[in-house]
Nanobody, 129 residues
Framework: QVQLVESGGGLVQAGGSLRLSCVAS????????MGWFRQAPGKEREFVVA????????YYADSVKGRFAVSGDNAKNTVYLQMNSLKPEDSAVYYC??????????????????????WGQGTQVTVSS
């Protein structure tokens, strides 16, 4: 089994920055892609960013383009989310997710929860105004 553990969440003022980390552990495997989703109270879990390791392609939700950046090290099964210029509406529990195998249709479905095989427990990000 694979476990994803997020860290780096916390409380920050609007305009500030946070860096989230996610490490995959468990049985040895190399993920095809990893991503971040978030869920605010009373709302659906929504896509934030993703990265495909084979070619380094990155995908961003429109709401975070220009403010958030995804990076990582596939060999270490680690993905990072640098969040800058944070807004109160960014407040949510942020979840790390991983794709365990090649999916030819993934690039067209990267924003869907069902396109990911493993999930972390989440880390809270709160942005105060």
């Amino acid at each position: 089994q694979v476990q994803l553990v997020e860290s780096g969440g916390g409380l920050v003022q609007a305009g500030g920055s946070l860096r989230l980390s996610c490490v995959a552990s468990g049985r040895t495997y190399t993920s095809y892609a990893m991503g971040w989703f978030r869920q605010a109270p009373g709302k659906e879990r929504e896509f934030v960013v993703a990265i495909r390791w084979s070619d380094g392609s990155t995908y961003y939700a429109d709401s975070v383009k220009g403010r958030f950046a995804v990076s990582g090290d596939n060999a270490k099964n680690t993905v990072y989310l640098q969040m800058n210029s944070l807004k109160p509406e960014d407040s949510a529990v942020y979840y790390c997710a991983a794709v365990s195998r090649v999916r030819l249709s993934w690039s067209g479905n990267y924003y869907k929860r069902g396109s990911y095989d493993y999930w972390g427990q989440g880390t809270q990000v709160t942005v105060s105004s």
